[in-house]
């Protein structure tokens, strides 16, 4: 295959998050390749913070209750199995544990203020919840396509151009697209379908 029909192809991807690796100081490292160029980056330090939940009832009688205007507490909120997960932290190394105290109130407070705006019309919901003790980060989106879309904007700006590659770091770009379908970041999936 030409150097030119190799970037053709590579142009077409949309997103891909392959190769997530835990590093020795439980940091997560991994590629990311969009149709632009591709880079490796580190991420959040112990978990990965994709994920895919079958919506709740009670998630989305949460979701009224709160645009109703209704002061929802932390306890009825962790009754829902979708904000009790997200109020978990995934550490590779040591397993998964709740969140307590002032940590847990501000990814609850974080929870509240972002399922308001979300559309819950459809069965899944895919998450991107980044709950470490110094920054809580969750964003709802209603379908994959708006999820690859935001993942796209947070690194399309960082990747190394394709163009400016040699040969051998192409092939190698090209092969990790290959192995992954061309498509996709993978995510942790809850509930049942």
């Given at each position: 295959m030409t150097r ?59 979701q009224k209750s ?23 932290y995934h550490d ?102």
């Amino acid at each position: 295959m030409t150097r030119q029909e190799i970037l053709n192809k590579l142009s077409k991807i949309t997103i891909i998050v392959a190769n997530p690796t835990v590093t020795y100081d439980m940091g997560m490292q991994f590629d990311v390749m969009t149709g632009q160029g591709a880079l490796t980056t580190f991420g959040n330090v112990g978990q990965w913070p994709f994920m895919r939940f079958v919506i709740t009832e009670s998630f989305r009688n949460l979701q009224k209750s709160l645009l109703d205007g209704f002061d929802v507490s932390e306890e009825i909120m962790l009754q829902d199995p979708i904000c009790k997960e997200l109020c978990k932290y995934h550490d590779m190394w040591n397993g998964s544990y709740s969140l307590e105290g002032e940590s847990l109130s501000k990814c609850l407070s974080c929870i509240k203020e972002k399922i308001q705006s979300v559309d819950l019309s459809g069965d899944v919901l895919f998450v991107y919840a980044a709950v470490e003790e110094w920054d809580i980060d969750i964003r709802f989106f209603p379908d994959y396509q708006e999820f690859q879309k935001a993942m796209l904007a947070d690194w399309e700006d960082s990747v190394d151009d394709y163009e400016g590659m040699d040969d051998s770091e192409l092939e190698g770009w090209y092969d990790v697209a290959e192995a992954n379908d061309w498509d996709g970041i993978p995510y942790a999936s809850f509930g049942e379908d």
